[in-house]
């Protein structure tokens, strides 16, 4: 990789984070699921979009800005005991051939995205969805009060 290859590669990485993060945001509210980003969970991993819908399913997205991002980034496993549903948010670019079929998946810019490949849907257990929902609930109060 040339010096000007990498460097607009780390220089885009959070511009490109960033818009994949707000657009899948959006489209889990075009959804009908209440989001917030970046949610730490009980397994001490991060969640960068952590939404919850009407009947309180729970759905967490991973955003990948890039190709490296995924390829060093492998924690992606250990969202599943902590969702309903598991996607993969990427931008329009995102070379979509390498991600596993396993998760849903996502392609998003700044203003919204589409849902490319559904997610299997595996059931939390009910001590498990309440104690998330919980979480999730205080978290957002929290983040309003800051705000």
Same mark, same amino acid.
């Given at each position: 990789?040339?010096?000007?290859?990498?460097?607009?590669?780390?220089?885009? $990485?959070?511009?490109?984070?960033?818009?994949?993060?707000?657009?899948?945001?959006?489209?889990?509210?075009?959804?009908?699921?209440?989001?917030?980003?970046?949610?730490?969970?009980?397994?001490?991993? $991060?969640?960068?979009?952590?939404?919850?819908?009407?009947?309180?399913?729970?759905?967490?997205?991973?955003?990948?800005?890039g190709v490296e991002d995924y390829r060093v980034d492998r924690k992606w496993h250990e969202y599943g005991p902590f969702c309903d549903a598991f996607f993969f948010a990427v931008a329009p670019e995102f070379p979509q051939d390498i991600l596993p079929d396993e998760p849903g998946l996502i392609v998003a810019d700044g203003f919204g995205g589409a849902v490319v490949r559904d997610a299997p849907v595996i059931g939390l257990a009910p001590a498990r969805r309440k104690a998330l929902t919980l979480?999730?609930?205080?978290?957002?109060?929290? $983040?309003?009060? $800051?705000?």
């Open positions: 990789m040339s010096a000007i290859a990498h460097l607009e590669l780390v220089f885009s $990485r959070p511009e490109t984070t960033l818009s994949v993060t707000r657009g899948a945001a959006r489209l889990m509210m075009d959804m009908g699921y209440a989001p917030l980003l970046e949610v730490c969970l009980p397994n001490g991993r $991060r969640a960068d979009v952590m939404a919850i819908g009407r009947k309180g399913d729970i759905v967490i997205c991973e955003v990948k800005s979480a999730f609930a205080r978290l957002g109060a929290m $983040r309003t009060l $800051r705000d």
